[in-house]
């Protein structure tokens, strides 16, 4: 009998521990799966070669030769990457009567399904340096190294990534154009908000897919320039409080608690806005705002001509890189 109850013992006690460890194997198995995806790198000197071989076109101000030529390249570089490229031709009247040939750019990754999100940034870039301290220059075009083509060049390096990391969900990457011919500070008849974002307005209206549906959408607009802070815009905040909170959250997961503060900026007029107002999808814009700053909201070169190569900087670029790869990627 005796034998027989250690016998029992024994017995309960291997199978307890048998059924235990197989538990606790499955749970950490599952947690693994589920928890764990592998980020890649963001190449912040790939990034940045992007951005120099848009500027090295010349300033992309609409109806030119530099926007042509450019429009050729984004649309090759994106066509190598993703799945389907789409360009959007359309004409849109200036404030001053000018009728722009705009061409809004759209890849996509994964264009089947409706799990999806956007990223974006405007690829013109503006006719006038109306913020130079030299008034000489108010009708200079920029080369909009900041002010255009970061973000642009951010989002050619995530979708060379995304050919490497194919993602679960779909992506679609939306170059705007003409945001940047918005009424001078300086003209004669002042104060229409709307002559900014055309190209958004326009694809707002006439998404390049009837029904159209993303479950929310980043913009990237200035993010390039040394000791870049980004505060939480009005709109954002406004529309998608919920993504600002995930973006911002990401950023500080990774690191980058110095860039991305949880502090509110002002409402600004740029793409996002009639993204969220028209076609009504959650849409944040993630951009450099500085109070202290000659101009008041944006970094201190905004539309002047030394809004140039020079002033980029590879770390800025890594940091908002790195962080938006990283909310793709997660995303489920
Ligand atoms: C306004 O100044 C009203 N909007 C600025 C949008 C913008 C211009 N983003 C880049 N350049
Ligand atoms: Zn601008």
């Not at 913009?219 to 406004?238: H, P, T």
């Amino acid at each position: 009998m005796k034998h027989f109850l250690n016998y029992i013992f024994v017995l309960s006690i291997i199978l307890y521990s048998c059924g235990g460890s197989d538990n606790t194997e499955s749970i950490s198995s599952i947690q693994t799966e589920e928890v764990k995806v592998k980020i890649p790198e963001f190449n912040a000197d790939s990034a940045f070669h992007y951005v120099k071989m848009q500027v090295d076109f010349g300033p992309r101000v609409p109806n030119t030769k530099s926007h042509t030529e450019c429009s050729e390249f984004l649309y090759s570089k994106l066509k190598s990457f993703s799945d389907t490229v789409i360009i959007q031709k359309f004409k849109t009247r200036a404030f001053d009567g000018t009728v722009l040939n705009g061409k809004n750019i759209i890849a996509s990754f994964n264009p089947e399904t409706n799990n999806r999100i956007f990223l974006s940034a405007h690829w013109d870039s503006r006719p006038f340096a109306d913020h130079d301290p030299d008034e000489k220059n108010h009708r200079t075009p920029i080369d909009g190294a900041n002010d255009g083509a970061s973000g642009v060049g951010v989002l050619l390096e995530i979708a060379r990534q995304l050919h490497l990391s194919r993602p679960t969900i779909g992506v679609d990457i939306i170059l705007f154009d003409t945001e940047d011919y918005g009424e001078p500070q300086d003209s004669q008849t002042q104060g229409n908000e709307d002559t900014w974002g055309l190209g958004s307005q326009y694809w707002s209206k006439n998404p390049h897919k009837t029904n159209y549906f993303a479950k929310y959408g980043i913009l990237l607009d200035m993010v390039g320039a040394s000791d870049a802070r980004f505060l939480m815009e009005g709109w954002s905040l406004y529309y998608a409080p919920e993504i600002v909170k995930k973006v911002w959250n990401i950023a500080h997961k990774i690191g980058y608690i110095d860039y991305f503060l949880f502090e509110e900026g002002g409402y600004i007029t740029d793409d996002h806005y009639y993204v969220n107002k028209i076609k009504k999808i959650p849409t944040i814009d993630i951009i450099h705002l500085d109070t202290t700053s000659p101009n008041g909201t944006f970094f201190p070169y905004w539309h002047t001509v030394k809004d140039n190569i020079k002033i980029i900087d590879k770390w800025t670029l890594k940091v908002v890189g790195q962080t938006v790869l990283t909310v793709v990627l997660e995303e489920k």
